[in-house]
């Protein structure tokens, strides 16, 4: 059963191709696409919580001998299922709110959403390295495509290429950190690498291909200085499909790098405390650069897209303190933060379909016609500011206490106020007219109208079809934040990522005072933060300065350049940087034998059995 | 000699990441592309081989005859899968990118910045 | 960045990198000295377990046989981008080639071999991808050989007869057929209570034979399929963007 979330929406996609010339009976082909995705939904919901403990699945029944691996094992685990769960759910959504979206769409559509389907799962449950860079290619070349699906404007040409180079130059690399540690250990099981590298010392290769290893998902999770890509595709792809860039993919990035620490690198490289604050570090700088982007931008998506930069960031510093408990509320936060982001792109997508533009200056106060689609987007950006209860709130409070630190804490909570606080700016000039009409700059405007070809003529009503999943993914925000707040539920969640990282859980997962506390600030301060972009001519001390969504400050510019070749220098000089850093750290530090941790090498399961093949 | 090949896949790498970053031209960059992922075939078929092996195809020798690792070979064969498939794609962006900015030039390709 | 600034941090990080890289490689075991255990063990394991006795084929259609279920689907997924991608547009209209003939400017010197290599290519691309079992061939081998037979054609000049002979709704279900029949054939498997992909169809008595290896056979027949039409395909599209597609 494990492999059916890849093999279904394969066998689907195969179907729909070859049954292309019925395509004029566009319902079916709907119906097929989404009743695949919610199937696939509801396999993967069976698998968390059948699964109490990682069960490893092996492909043609070949199951290992000795210690050896020779096929290819899915690991299924809650975490990974959970996270391939609440992407199937986002895609189930996305097919049904691009119903009535799309008009000249074909099959190739729902064809390409279906492999990409497939590619996320597989690249969730899998347990072989190599299979990784499989389903990651897969999901890479349908997302290429599918973001060029309006090849005739120039916006999705860009995005796509800048898009599809980055993430292949990532991708090629990882393969390269793939063949250098195969290259010594013989092995492409993840738990076979780990047990191998646990048995030995941290040694240059083991360092260097783990940073070659996760220069690819460091591309695809947008870790600054890895990022720049991600704005410029996020911007232009079709709404739909925005929704599972900034819902699923990015965080896949994540948990990519989380799976290769604590499955295959973590226990053999050691240094834990030093390697956490270099991603730490990593992730706090991201979330305040994504913030600063997401604050100047106009653009609605655009806007959104370096709000989900800032978010990743935030991720990245829950995964980095490498507790428990730091995991768990990373893995919370993302799941709350996915149903309330894949809420504000549909909201953005209903506003495209019906005032055809999604630039924020021209949009100011003509969204009052909209009053559902406005309380539900409020709704969502709420979400993202953290109010209780959504999930996103308990997520960042397990996050603040496993680090235990209060600069981290505030640094991590201003990055949240001032992404989140953007998009209520856009939420309250766009739905509520609120604040002083903003200037129109030229070259927004320019962009923004680019925008047209996406949605047939501009409708009188919002169908139901888009209004209904919008309204279900922000009560799916509400919640997963309530049910993590059911003090089993939490428990289960805080054992599942102590699991992950096959250590002890340490303390039970509550809900404290200070999330509630912590949340509530947040939300207000987004608020705030809000009505000053709004309001921002009549702030005495803010007046006549920069104003917010202003273009031309050139620093900023210069980095976000739209120029494939800067992104590639980038890649390689943040590479670099890293491989450097945790160079020195395990040279100059030494071995140190206290804080290597024995493996648990519970994922090959059958390892004494004397057969490679049942009888 | 025992890490000349390796040398190799280090200079072809770092000759297509060149390529890239100072391209003037997408097809050329795409080519770099290309041959980035090129340094990855020589990596893995260097990494498996064994001196001394042989092609591991035993139609007409015996089994037990000493041969290379066929794991990497077959990595190999995926990765060339990959790569024609990205290529191709990477491709239809540049005929659509010629069309609608009349340039290939990465610098000109700019819709968005900032 | 100005293209200096760019070349001198490239420059710099690719000295990093390339330091970094070195220092992985002092790791490795040196050219030559391949260690394993995967290797060995499916060299040791593979002719008894499959009857293959082309150990690669084994690997790709057997031991890791699901890579190259997703394998295939990248290149589905391409050949379906591309045709998403390349689509004809409102702007754009379809003109016939040059003079009437329907063909185009093509030497004889290139047409004529190019078509008499066609039938020979075809026989080759059908040879490799049915001897998977035995030898270094297999499906993406010999479908990429099929695909070059109808290239050929296409190189002839003879561009309406290649679209002819490879009409797009053709191509579409021969993919489909192509890759689904791939992953349906694993699906067989798990209906019959076995892993995904494991092989239930006898293995034959003779290694080496073309009826040995049970399903690596069979999965490498439908690998050439959709190897061949997703060439096939993108070829076209290319074609058709360059001959027919004109801006009105």
């Given at each position: 059963m494990p492999s059916l979330p890849v093999v279904l929406p394969l066998i689907a996609a195969a179907v729909l191709l070859a049954a292309r010339p019925l395509a004029r009976y566009r319902r079916v082909l709907d119906l097929v696409a989404a009743g695949t995705s919610a199937a696939v939904a509801v396999l993967l919901g069976i698998l968390i919580f059948r699964t109490d403990h990682a069960s490893t699945y092996w492909f043609a029944g070949f199951r290992p001998a000795h210690g050896i691996a020779v096929g290819i094992a899915f690991t299924v685990g809650p975490l990974n299922a959970g996270l391939a769960c609440v992407g199937a759910i986002l895609m189930t959504a996305a097919m049904v709110f691009s119903w009535r979206y799309f008009t000249g769409v074909g099959t190739y559509f729902h064809v390409l959403m279906l492999t990409f389907l497939a590619g996320l799962c597989g690249f969730c449950l899998t347990g072989d390295v190599f299979d990784l860079f499989v389903w990651f290619e897969l999901m890479g070349v349908s997302a290429y495509a599918l973001t060029a699906y309006?090849?005739?404007?120039r916006g999705p040409i860009q995005g796509a290429l800048n898009f599809a180079i980055t993430n292949s130059v990532g991708a090629y690399l990882s393969l390269t950190g793939i063949a250098l540690i195969y290259g010594r250990t013989g092995a492409l099981n993840m738990a076979q690498i780990g047990a191998w590298v646990s048995r030995h010392p941290p040694s240059g290769l083991v360092v260097i291909a783990f940073v070659l290893v996760i220069a690819g998902l460091l591309v695809k999770s947008a870790?600054?200085?890895?990022?720049?890509?991600l704005a410029d595709a996020h911007a232009v792809a079709p709404t739909p499909l925005c929704v599972l860039f900034s819902g699923v993919m990015v965080e896949l990035g994540l948990y990519g790098i989380a799976r290769m620490y604590w499955s295959v690198f973590g226990p053999g490289l050691g240094h834990r405390a030093a390697i956490g604050r270099v991603f730490l570090v990593l992730g706090v700088l991201t979330a305040v650069v994504g913030a600063l982007y997401c604050f100047r931008e106009r653009h609605v998506k655009r806007l959104l897209a370096f709000s989900t930069i800032s978010h990743a960031g935030v991720f990245l510093a829950g995964f980095a303190l490498l507790s428990p408990l730091g995991l768990a509320g990373a893995a919370l936060y993302v799941a709350g933060h996915a149903f309330v982001k894949a809420a504000l792109f549909l909201g953005a997508g209903i506003v495209l379909h019906r005032l055809r533009s999604v630039n924020e200056t021209w949009l100011h106060g003509r969204g009052r016609k909209l009053p559902v689609t406005g309380a539900l987007f409020t709704a969502a950006a709420l979400g993202l500011a953290d109010l209780p209860p959504f999930g996103t709130f308990l997520g960042k409070g397990w996050i603040d206490d496993a680090a235990g630190s209060p600069a981290v804490t505030i640094i991590l909570l201003a990055c949240t106020i001032v992404a989140a606080g953007s998009v209520l700016r856009v939420a309250g000039g766009v739905f509520y007219g609120l604040g002083d009409p903003p200037r129109e700059d030229e070259r927004m405007a320019a962009e923004a109208n680019e925008e047209t070809g996406e949605t047939d003529s501009a409708r009188q009503r919002t169908p139901l079809t888009m209004s209904v999943p919008l309204a279900l993914l922000v009560a799916a925000g509400l919640a997963t934040g309530i049910a993590a707040m059911v003090p089993r539920a939490g428990d289960a969640l805080l054992s599942a990522a102590a699991q992950f990282q096959a250590q002890p859980q340490a303390r039970p997962a509550d809900v404290t005072v200070s999330s509630v506390v912590t949340g509530l600030v947040s939300a207000a301060g987004a608020v705030g933060v809000g009505l000053a972009g709004l309001y921002w001519r009549r702030i005495p001390v803010l007046r006549g300065r920069y104003e917010p969504g202003a273009r031309g400050t050139g620093l900023a510019d210069r980095f976000q350049s739209g120029v494939i070749n800067d992104y590639i220098t980038w890649v390689i000089a943040g590479l670099a940087c890293l491989g450097g850093v945790l160079a020195a750290i395990i040279r100059l530090r030494?071995?140190?034998?206290?804080?290597r941790r024995p493996w648990h090498a519970s994922d090959i399961s059958c390892r004494r059995r004397s057969t490679t093949r049942r009888p | 000699m025992e890490y000349f090949p390796f040398v190799v896949v280090a200079w072809i790498l770092a000759v297509g990441l060149h390529g890239i970053v100072t391209s003037r031209d997408l097809i050329h960059t795409i080519i770099c592309l290309v041959v980035v992922q090129s340094s990855t075939y020589v990596l893995l078929l260097g990494v498996g081989y064994v001196t001394g092996g042989v092609a591991p195809y035993f139609y007409d020798i015996s089994a037990r005859t000493k041969a290379v690792d066929p794991v990497v070979q077959a990595l190999s064969l995926t990765d060339i899968v990959v790569e024609a498939a990205v290529t191709a794609l990477l491709l239809s962006f540049a005929v659509q990118a010629h069309k609608r900015?009349?340039?290939?030039?990465p610098h000109k390709l700019v819709e968005f910045r900032g | 960045m100005s293209p200096r600034q760019r070349l001198v941090l490239f420059t710099v990080a690719m000295a990093g990198l390339a330091a970094c890289f070195a220092w992985a490689v002092?790791?490795?075991?040196?050219?030559?000295?391949?260690?394993g255990p995967y290797g060995p063990v499916i060299l040791h394991d593979a002719v008894g377990q499959t009857h293959a006795t082309g150990v690669v084929s084994a690997v790709n259609f057997e031991y890791r046989g699901f890579d190259t279920v997703g394998e295939e689907f990248i290149l589905f997924a391409a050949a379906a981008g591309l045709s998403v991608v390349l689509r004809r547009l409102r702007d754009e209209r379809e003109s016939r080639p040059v003079d009437n003939s329907n063909r185009l400017p093509v030497p004889d010197s290139v047409r004529v071999p190019a078509l008499i290599f066609t039938g020979p290519t075809v026989l080759i691309g059908w040879w490799l991808a049915s001897h998977a079992q035995t030898n270094p061939s297999g499906g993406f081998q010999g479908g990429i050989m099929l695909a070059s037979a109808l290239i050929l054609i296409y190189l002839a000049g003879e561009f309406i007869a290649f679209r002819r002979l490879s009409p797009v709704a053709l191509l579409d279900a021969v993919e489909a057929v192509g890759a689904g029949g791939f992953a349906v054939i694993g699906l067989i498997a798990l209906a019959m209570?076995?892993?995904?992909?494991?092989?239930?169809?006898p293995l034959g008595t003779i290694p080496g034979a073309v009826s040995s290896g049970g399903t690596i056979p069979l999965i490498s027949f439908f690998v050439g399929l959709e190897v061949a039409a997703a060439f096939v395909a993108i070829i076209g599209e290319f074609g058709e963007q360059t001959l027919l597609v004109r801006r009105s």
């Open positions: 309006r090849p005739e404007e870790i600054v200085p890895f990022h720049f890509w030494g071995l140190a034998p206290g804080s | 900015f009349g340039t290939l030039d | 002092a790791g490795l075991p040196g050219f030559g000295n391949y260690p209570g076995l892993p995904y992909l494991d092989n239930f169809v």
